[in-house]
Each structure stands twice: as structure tokens, then as C-alpha cells.
């Protein structure tokens, strides 16, 4: 490796609970391609399910936590603490979610360090920038998790079965909102063999989401169109319409998965009262109900008789 080559840090992530890392064995290759000499923290892919060892055999050198972060560039997947800023030297430059808007003061902390700072969740979600958006990969896991999740609360299956004992109608399942998580919902909860209806305020996405099986319901109020990927924040009409609309499918469905994810907007209050299993709010990205109940794995639904109480 030649001594010129910059240093390029893999740090472990210390947010309690962070199971990711900001480079794979798979990936290292392609950033030793680039020029650089690749450091991985010793530890960092750990809870991913990467050893050291594989990192080695990738092409990338082991060390410790002062030496990875004296990189030249340093990638992480979360912010930095006020210490992992303090780690960085003059010059150095930091690739990671920063979330700018929101973070006054972790920017203004940025700022009086001599270093260079990329946000991988304000890259524009243009067509050349797809595949740095860090935003769409974690909804999409988000929407897909979300489903999986509903499905082991809710008891029973979620596809139609007709068997010598009777019938089981499918689950019915309604998704609000339909960007890349909603659509990864629809998409999982379809597969599974449910019924499902979903709901955006951008009446471009109807087609998407006839196109994987659900059923696109109009909440009938004009809305102004997206031009960045992102709904608008939507108007009181829309959402009293939105929030009548929620109340007459949660009597109907089995479960309900909300998507909303519109920087620096607050959620609409579109279901004020919880009824029998919907979901109202807004996650990382996705959200489900029922809740699980404390000490099981099913949550009873007085009054259906699919609910798991009864099934």
C-alpha cells in the first residue's frame, strides 16, 4: 500500500442498541480499489455478523479505536458524540447520518471543528443519487418489517385458507402512505396473501400501488404534487377527510401499517381515538398495531372473531 494512500476509518458504532456498520467485507474491496487504506476498528461489524478476520481477508488492516478515528475519512453510520468529534483530527473528513435540520447543535459542534462533514441523509433523492440514499434503504426495510411484525402479533394467517374445518377469510390490511416503505408493505403484506388497501396524498403513486396487488384508496381532496419525493404537508380538508376515511377501514381491517415520513413535519391528527387494531403515528418510518401485550406474543381484539383470543 503505498504511503500516500488516505486513511479510511470504519468506526464501531457506540449508540446503544446499533447493530449496523458503515462497511461490510463485501464492501471493502471496492473502497481498497479507490485508493484508499482501509481501517476497520477492531469490534465494529461484530453485532452484524462480521469478525475481524473477515475484514482482514477483505484487505482491510484491524486496529484500535484512536487509530481508526485518526483517519483521513472517517465512515459511521449514526452522529457523532461531542468525544468522537473531539477524536477527529484538523482536516479529516466525516461521512455519516447527521440529520441537519433537526440537530442545531451537533451542526454548530461540526462547524467549529477545521474538518469536513457529509450528511448521507441530505443527499438529494435524485435518479444519480439513488444509490447513496441512505433514507429509501432504511424505509424499505422499515416497510418490511413492519408487516412481518403484524403478522406475528395478529395470530393467525395472513392468506385465505379453505379447509375441511371451514374457512378463513385473509387478513385485510391497510397501509398509509405509499413511498418506499409503504410500498415495501404493500409489497410483503400482498405476498403473504392479504387484502390490502392503501392511501397517499400523491395521486401519482395509485398506479404503483395497483401494480403490486392492493387496492388504492382516493382520499378525494386535491393535494400539491411532489417534486423532491416527498408528500407535501397535506391540508386540513384532506386530513378531516383523511381521518374519516382511517375510522370507517380501521372498523373493517385486521391490521393498519403507518408510513409518514416528511422532514420537519409533524403527523397530521388523522385517528384521534384507537379503535380495533389500527395504528396511528409515526415510527422511524413504519409503525403497526396491534401492540404486543406484555408476557404474549398475541394481542386479542374484543369482538372479532378472528381476533387471537379466539381463533
Known sequence: ??????????????????????????????????????????????????????????????????????????????????????ALHDGAMLVSLIGPAANADLVDALARRPITVLAMDA???????????????????????????????????????????????????LVAGAGVAGLAAIATATS????????????????????????????GVAQEASTDGYARETSRDYDRRAAELYAEQAADVDIVVTTALIPRASRPPGCSRPTTWRACGRAASSSTWPPRRAGTSKAPVPGRRSSPATA
Open 123 to 173: 443527499v438529494p433523492r435524485v435518479s444519480r443519487a439513488q444509490a447513496l440514499d441512505v433514507l429509501s434503504s432504511m424505509a424499505n426495510i422499515a416497510g418490511y418489517r413492519a408487516v412481518i411484525e403484524a403478522a406475528h402479533a395478529f395470530g393467525r394467517l395472513f392468506t385465505g385458507q379453505v379447509t375441511a374445518a371451514g374457512k378463513v377469510p385473509p387478513a385485510k390490511v
Open 192 to 219: 403473504l396473501g392479504a387484502v390490502v388497501r392503501a392511501t397517499d396524498p400523491r395521486p401519482e403513486v395509485a398506479e404503483q400501488v395497483r401494480s403490486l396487488g392492493a387496492e388504492f384508496l382516493d382520499v
Open 1 to 86: 500500500m503505498s504511503h500516500s494512500a488516505q486513511r479510511l476509518g470504519v468506526v464501531a458504532e457506540s449508540a446503544p442498541g446499533e447493530t449496523r456498520v458503515a462497511a461490510t467485507p463485501a464492501t471493502v474491496p471496492q473502497l481498497v480499489s479507490l485508493g484508499y487504506e482501509v481501517i476497520v476498528e477492531s469490534g465494529a461489524g461484530r453485532r452484524s455478523g462480521f469478525t475481524d478476520d473477515a475484514y482482514a481477508r477483505a484487505g482491510a488492516r484491524i486496529a484500535g479505536h484512536d487509530e481508526t478515528w485518526d483517519a483521513d475519512v472517517v465512515l459511521k453510520v449514526n452522529a457523532p458524540t461531542p468525544d468522537e468529534i473531539a
